[in-house]
Nanobody, 124 residues
Framework: VQLQASGGGLVQAGDSLRLSCAAS????????VGWFRQAPGKERDFVAA????????SYANSVKGRFTVARDNAKNTVYLQMNGLKPEDTAVYYC??????????????????WGQGTQVTVSS
């Protein structure tokens, strides 16, 4: 499956953004999808994930209550709604697909298909 993330931009603290992850190729509904982010000089960190059916989600503690992940399998798209953005949310955001069955992955190595990333910059 090929993924393309979009929707990033420059916003002020407290603003909202919605990222999209559009998929093409093999059946999108066969994959769990995760969102990760990477700030300059830092490791790629888990943000959120959603199961292939959309029935279960997982969030990093740092975004819980502010971010929401959802998917529309009919549109082959996963969304990350980000509210109450903070300067520390500034990073390149990536979506990734995991074909394994089992618990939602929270580590980059658990995902085998990655989008190109979209930059989110939050000014104070």
């Amino acid at each position: 499956v090929q993924l393309q993330a979009s929707g990033g931009g420059l916003v002020q603290a407290g603003d909202s953004l919605r990222l999209s992850c559009a998929a093409s190729g093999r059946s999108f509904s066969s994959y769990d999808v995760g969102w990760f982010r990477q700030a300059p000089g830092k490791e790629r960190d888990f943000v959120a994930a959603i199961t292939r059916s959309g029935s279960s989600t997982s969030y990093a503690n740092s975004v819980k209550g502010r971010f929401t992940v959802a998917r529309d399998n009919a549109k082959n798209t996963v969304y990350l709604q980000m509210n109450g953005l903070k300067p520390e949310d500034t990073a390149v955001y990536y979506c990734a697909a995991d074909p394994r069955m089992g618990p939602l992955g929270v580590r980059p190595y658990e995902y085998d298909s990655w989008g190109q990333g979209t930059q989110v910059t939050v000014s104070s």
